[in-house]
């Protein structure tokens, strides 16, 4: 699925492009919107962005894992090879300190990610503290057209700013776009 992000003026204009995305099957799990006031997205009922997907959480314990299997198995390794402990070492054993690495990892990352904006949302910064609303709506590869000559054509003042991959890379630093 492609990620397509707008940048919209007001609250007016997303009420607007909400109906016609519904109306071409695209359901609220796959529009989100991103504002600095989440209380004028509730009393218009506009689907905003989960936590989930304003910070960096799931991103950071994706990075959190990677990092702590690889320190579980640098560090079976070494006991393996440095020690005499390693020598009779289960692979129980071996399984289960590569667990808590791996375990461990993945809290800390999560736990970093909680006060990280999420690197997908992050380029738009500073156009949402400018008041300014970001819609992320995920679509089909075979439905992108369709949505960018509808947005195009009835939703001129909405831009679109970017469009990037739907699933989290635990590589990417931010998310690169393309128009």
């Not at 808590?100 to 990892?105: D, E, H, K, P, R």
Request: glycine share 10%; charged share 20%; proline share 3%.
């Amino acid at each position: 699925m492609k990620r397509m992000y707008y940048i919209a003026p007001d609250l007016e204009r997303v009420s607007s492009v909400s109906e016609d995305l519904h109306a071409h099957g695209i359901t609220d799990a796959h529009f989100n919107v991103v504002s600095a006031n989440d209380a004028a997205l509730d009393e218009q009922h506009i689907h905003g962005a989960t936590f989930l997907r304003r910070l960096d959480v799931i991103h950071s314990m994706e990075r959190g894992l990677l990092g702590g299997v690889l320190l579980g198995v640098i560090i079976v390794l070494c006991l393996q090879f440095f020690t005499t402990f390693g020598s009779t070492m289960s692979l129980g054993i071996q399984a289960a300190i590569v667990l808590f690495f791996s375990c461990a990892g993945t809290w800390i990352g999560g736990m970093g990610g909680i006060g990280t904006e999420h690197y997908k949302i992050r380029p738009f910064h500073d156009a949402v503290a400018e008041g300014k609303l970001l819609l992320m709506v995920d679509v089909p590869k075979k439905l992108e057209p369709t949505i960018r000559k509808l947005m195009a054509k009835k939703h001129r003042d909405v831009k679109l700013a970017g469009v990037g991959s739907s699933f989290n890379n635990p590589f990417a630093q931010t998310e690169r776009l393309v128009h």
